[in-house]
């Protein structure tokens, strides 16, 4: 296994003097220092982008929506699917006539997809207006390469293949006053044979319990009721650490946090799934009932090719175990659709399972192939109208499910935490049970923040609407 660079506080503290170094200079600039940062991707990409968004901050910047105003422009990229990739080729591309009006704003391009070979080649051959290009090993010494550029000329590349980093200590801008995203892992180490991530963002690695906690710990202090606990694999934390500790005994330990919060985390892997886990969720009282447990596909075949390590039977059997301690609990699945050789009659299984478990919400996709993955070398003859056929029925049916379950909430009362504005104008408020359905109601934004008794009115296939009570 890789080793795991531990970035020391010394190092971390240097770049904290980049800030500084920077803020002397944009203190100086005619024009507001303003940065513009983009985010595709997971929730993991949306917590790297606070780090750089905290990092900006420290460097004196402010924040636009608008690239023309921006001196940075900063795009935090994806590489799970081809067609994030595109999306982000596309509009990195227009960036060139922003470039052309503005020379001096630096555009500069991190995440997963940078850190792939072909992308990085693609952006330094083709994409010369880029100025700097940095993979997620990297972004601790963001700082570092943005003072280099604002006083050298000149492009930067980090995509360098080095062991995954941990680094403590790096500012956070967060986005959110009620929800927080808390990193507790980096990495992954299952290489599922069509996922990218093992080789962009490294070996799995842990932080340390007590950084965790204390995170938490300010978080609460500071107001917010929503804490999600991300990870690629959070089931497996702590296994690399020198004093080894689980997920479950983490879990517990976030628990017993004073105050009213909820806990979620993501993602879990079935084949790390314990009954240990099942129990500490029922146990703890602050972890929202909810599981997203991803099962991609559900013939046996397909799944150990996949290299997923689990069957559909033992799949079926941690539903089950779950269910029977937290009989209420939401649960929510990926699945991948036209994986190479999957035929219809396979795929076929994978509605089998929807109508079995009847999860609340899926996460759909079309399999799409990433270059140095051992399923972009297989043979995929299955042409692509049959597999948008097949997946059209999986949602389908899962429309049909979602709809039916969300039915089954209206006439209830559910304590929810009032999460947000809605952005349907007939309702004011976003909340959200604790199983992380969406309602829509009516009422004041002095709510926002707060748990309240939501009675639920209606529903659709997406969403719950109700009324405070
Ligand atoms: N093609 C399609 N979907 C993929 N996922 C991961 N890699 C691919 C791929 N190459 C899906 C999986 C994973 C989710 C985050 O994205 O379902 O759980
Ligand atoms: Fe990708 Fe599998 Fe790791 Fe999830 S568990 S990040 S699907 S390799």
């Known amino acids: ?50 780090r750089i968004r905290g990092y900006l901050a420290r460097m004196g910047f402010g924040f636009t929506d608008s690239e023309e105003e921006a001196r940075i422009i900063v795009i935090n990229t994806c590489a799970i699917r081809e067609h994030a990739e595109q999306r982000v080729f596309g509009n990195v591309g227009a960036l060139v006539h922003v470039k052309r009006r503005h020379p ?7 995440g997963c997809m940078v850190q792939q070979p072909h992308a990085a080649q693609r952006l330094r051959e083709s994409y010369r207006h880029v100025d700097l290009v940095f993979g997620p090993h990297a972004l601790w010494k963001f700082p570092e390469m943005i003072r280099t550029l604002l006083t050298q000329r000149g492009r930067l590349f980090s995509v360098q293949d080095e062991a995954g980093s941990i680094a403590e200590g790096i500012p956070v801008a967060r986005q959110d006053r009620i929800k927080a995203w808390v990193s507790i892992m980096y990495g992954c180490n299952n290489f599922c044979a069509y996922c990218v991530v093992p080789y962009v963002r490294g070996r799995e690695r842990s932080r340390k319990p007590e950084d965790i906690l204390a995170e938490v710990e300010r978080l609460v202090g500071e107001g917010y009721k929503d804490i999600t606990l991300l990870g690629q694999n959070v089931n497996s934390y702590g296994k690399d650490l020198e004093k080894p500790v689980d997920f479950a005994a983490l879990l517990e330990a976030v628990n017993a946090i ?35 447990l991803p099962f991609q596909a559900g013939n046996d075949r397909v799944l150990q090719v ?3 390590r689990h069957t559909r039977a033992e799949y079926l059997e941690k539903i089950q175990a779950v269910r029977a301690l937290i009989p209420d609990i939401v649960l929510t699945s990926d699945i991948i659709v036209g994986f190479p050789g999957e035929t219809t009659e396979e795929f076929e299984d994978t509605l089998k399972v929807l109508e079995e478990v009847r999860f609340d919400a899926l996460f759909t996709f079309i399999y799409s192939p990433r270059a140095g993955t051992p399923a972009a070398q297989m043979d995929d003859p299955m042409p692509r109208e049959e597999k948008l056929a097949n997946f059209n029925r999986l949602t389908a049916l899962q429309d049909r499910i979602s709809e039916e379950k969300h039915a089954a909430y209206v006439g209830r009362t559910v304590r ?19 199983g992380n359905r969406l309602v829509r109601i009516n009422g004041d934004p002095s709510a926002l923040g707060q748990f309240r008794d939501v009675s639920i009115t209606g529903a659709n296939k997406w969403s719950l609407f109700g009324e405070l009570v």
């Open 306 to 308: 996949m290299n997923r």
């Open 258 to 292: 004073p105050g009213d919060f909820l806990i979620r985390f993501m993602t879990s892997h079935p084949k790390d799934a314990t009954q240990r886990l099942f129990e500490t969720m029922a146990r703890c009282g602050k972890v929202a009932p909810v599981l997203h």
């Open 416 to 434: 929810c935490l009032i999460d947000g504005r809605s952005d349907d104008e007939r309702y004011d408020l976003t909340a959200r049970t604790p």
């Open 104 to 110: 001096d704003t630096l555009i500069c391009l991190c």
């Open 1 to 50: 296994m890789e080793r795991t660079t531990v970035i020391s506080p010394a190092d971390v503290e240097q770049q904290l003097e980049h800030c500084r170094a920077v803020a002397r200079l944009t203190a100086q600039w005619a024009q507001k220092p303003l940065a513009f940062v983009d985010t595709y991707g997971c929730q993991q990409n949306e917590a790297d982008s606070e």
